[in-house]
């Protein structure tokens, strides 16, 4: 008997009734006759190996794919048939010189590949490879569409040109080319094209050096006034006023004045205003800036304010200041202004700011919070605990801490879910495929399949995965199945008791309650062992190599290389005793720990010092001025909260030390 893949459905041939389709009957003889040397026939007989051997012959496929044979792979294939990763072969080799195959066998591919990430990906190597080949009839036959990405509309309007479609190359050379930043090599030879002929004047040139010079692309600017035949005085004005932009002053007292010598100021005065916003203020309560249009000095004047934010010596400043920004409606300014009053305590600024703010935005519970508190300090305290009252029915950091003013406990409100695996019945191959990856190590691909997965499934079906994933114990994808479902009331699948032993075994070692270490990590990765950030934070606690090796060679932890931070066991074991080293450093305080663990203690030492004591645990969170530690001190202590709740654990939101500290 053949022994078959065994997957949570039963005994299960994953790709048998999708070879069984047309591509099943077609893809062994087009991937033959056109990849390979010759046509090698591939019965679809089922294989009678092992999963142990067909996992064997996989990676010795995978071999021989990285050597491009795709002979080799293609005279095994039979045998592979009932592997869930065999497309992933598939893709490989159609890969093998992608750019000698006609646009139908990859459109074929793709269509019926389409429950596979790779099928999203697989376009853009074609295109590269047709580009390099310069098969540029094939690339329209190919790309039918203005493509998004810069690169590959750099080859589609090439391609136009090399089949004798000039003006529209040429109308898309100059799309192309209005940027203020860099534009991809690709475009290099369309443009060299388009500059030969009439169309393409020093006009285009200024153009795109008053985009560069918003782009504040100075290196941009310089390179384009090279190249310029006859509007070198228009080019050096720009440069002069970004390297002085006082020098507008001069500009504006020109008995001609053209409609880019306008754009010119305006440009120069916000960057003046960047670097001296007073100068620029002047300027406008002086009304000396009448040459710009309403729309230009409105614009400006809101720019200026925002520049002057934390301005309060100069007399006037701030009046003028809080009037553009108040009349402007900008959320994002007057929720700055909010939070400088927040700081300073000023309770009838606070309410009045908060009013400010478009509708919608009062609503938010933040907002509705400040609005509370603010009422009860100025004496409208009937009104400020209906309004705190109110927030307390919400699952939020501002609905705990409505419930700890008030001085009552806060009552969860969740969520279970029934189980139907009928739901799922449909995507039991792709679950398959998933747990198989998970099984060989491929994590990263696992992630693709499960994120392309559930876009293509509704919120109820997603519900159904997030609970299988939860029982597969695939805790990362559990969690963000969760999240697309919305499932907002189920804490169970929200909050997985993920890798309990080793946050209980390191937590308790090193003196730091496992249940803070369990909620940084899920605000930290989502229960993902193998998370790596943009600026290099590695695995579930997503700890930067650079601290790993000041943590472990200060207590003199085993540490090798910043692969070590995908090990479960070693990142909890680093990730748990930086921890410790920042609550020893604020005294245990937690608000405080938690921020430095996600900006650095530094700038939370700047942040205490700028507050100077003055601040109270709630004014000093809103206070935070990046959104991004705001929000992550308030979600790991909510996150510490809903732990304490699943687990049946006693704890307060906030610990004392944290409550009576001022800030």
Not at 212 to 233: D, G, N, V
Not at 547 to 571: C, G, I, M, P, W
Not at 581 to 599: H, K, P, S
Request: glycine share 4%.
């Amino acid at each position: 008997m053949t022994k078959m893949l065994k997957s949570r459905f039963g005994r299960v041939g994953p790709i048998t009734s999708f070879m069984n389709g047309f591509w099943g009957r077609v893809l062994p003889v087009l991937l033959g006759v056109v990849i390979g040397n010759g046509y090698v026939p591939c019965g679809l007989a089922q294989s009678d190996l092992t999963l142990d051997q067909q996992r064997q012959l996989y990676e010795r496929a995978q071999l021989w794919l990285d050597q491009q044979d795709v002979q080799k792979y293609h005279r095994i294939r039979d045998q592979l048939l009932d592997y869930p990763l065999t497309p992933y072969l598939d893709y490989r080799s159609i890969l093998v010189n992608i750019g000698d195959k006609p646009p139908l066998v990859i459109k074929n591919f793709i269509d019926s590949h389409r429950n596979f990430p790779f099928a999203g990906r697989i376009s853009a190597p074609y295109l590269d490879a047709l580009a390099q080949k310069k098969k540029w009839s094939v690339l329209l036959t190919y790309q039918k569409s203005i493509p998004n990405q810069e690169k590959y509309r750099c080859y589609y309007y090439t391609a136009m040109w090399h089949t004798g479609r000039k003006n529209e190359a040429y109308q898309g050379a100059e799309s192309l080319w209005l940027s203020g930043n860099s534009v991809s090599d690709a475009c290099d030879f369309l443009f060299s094209q388009w500059r030969k002929t009439p169309l393409f004047t020093d006009r285009q040139i200024i153009d795109r050096m008053f985009l560069a010079f918003e782009q504040r692309s100075f290196s941009l600017m310089q390179y384009l006034s090279r190249q310029l035949k006859t509007e070198q005085a228009q080019a050096q004005r720009l440069i002069d006023i970004y390297r002085d932009p006082k020098r507008v002053l001069t500009l504006m007292n020109r008995d001609v004045f053209s409609e880019d010598d306008a754009k010119t100021v305006v440009l120069g005065l916000k960057k003046w205003a960047a670097e001296k916003p007073i100068a620029v203020y002047s300027l406008i309560a002086q009304h000396q800036l009448s040459l710009l249009s309403s729309e230009e000095l409105n614009h400006l004047a809101l720019y200026v304010a925002s520049q002057l934010l934390d301005e309060t010596s100069v007399s006037g400043i701030t009046e003028w200041r809080d009037q553009v920004i108040a009349a402007s409606g900008d959320a994002p300014l007057i929720e700055q202004r909010i939070r400088q009053e927040i700081r300073r305590g000023d309770w009838q600024r606070i309410h009045r700011w908060i009013r400010y703010l478009p509708e919608s935005q009062q609503q938010l519970p933040g907002w509705q919070f400040w609005l509370g508190r603010s009422e009860i300090e100025l004496g409208n305290e009937a009104e400020g605990i209906n309004k705190l009252a109110a927030l307390t029915e919400l699952r939020s950091f501002y609905g705990v801490a409505a419930s700890e003013m008030l001085q009552q406990p806060f009552v969860y409100r969740t969520s279970t879910l029934s189980y139907n695996p009928d739901l799922i019945e449909p995507y039991k191959q792709a679950l398959t495929r998933i747990e198989e990856l998970i099984e060989r190590g491929k994590l990263a691909a696992s992630k693709s399949e499960w994120r392309w997965l559930l876009q293509r499934v509704s919120v109820e079906e997603r519900a159904m995965l997030a609970r299988y994933a939860a029982t597969a114990h695939w805790y990362h994808l559990a969690v963000v199945a969760a999240i697309q479902a919305k499932l907002w009331a189920n804490l169970d699948l929200r909050f997985p008791r993920a890798y309990l032993k080793w946050f209980e075994f390191f937590g308790n070692k090193n003196k730091v309650d496992p249940i803070s270490l369990m909620s940084l990590a899920r605000q930290e990765s989502a229960m993902d062992i193998e998370a790596h950030s943009p600026v290099g934070a590695k695995g579930l606690m997503q700890i930067m190599p650079s601290t790993a090796r000041h943590v472990a060679k200060k207590y003199q932890l085993q540490y090798h290389s910043a692969r070590d931070l995908f090990n479960v066991e070693k990142n909890i074991e680093l990730g748990s005793q930086y921890l410790h080293e920042l609550l020893t450093r604020y005294d245990g305080n937690r608000i405080l720990a938690f921020a430095a663990y996600n900006a650095g203690p530094y700038r939370v030492d700047q942040w205490l010092k700028d507050s100077d004591g003055e601040l109270d645990v709630y004014r000093f969170i809103e206070s935070i001025p990046f959104h991004e530690t705001r929000g992550y001190v308030q979600n790991v202590l909510m996150f510490e909260n809903y732990y304490r709740y699943l687990m049946g654990i006693e704890g307060d939101f906030l610990q004392h030390i944290e409550v009576e500290t001022k800030y």
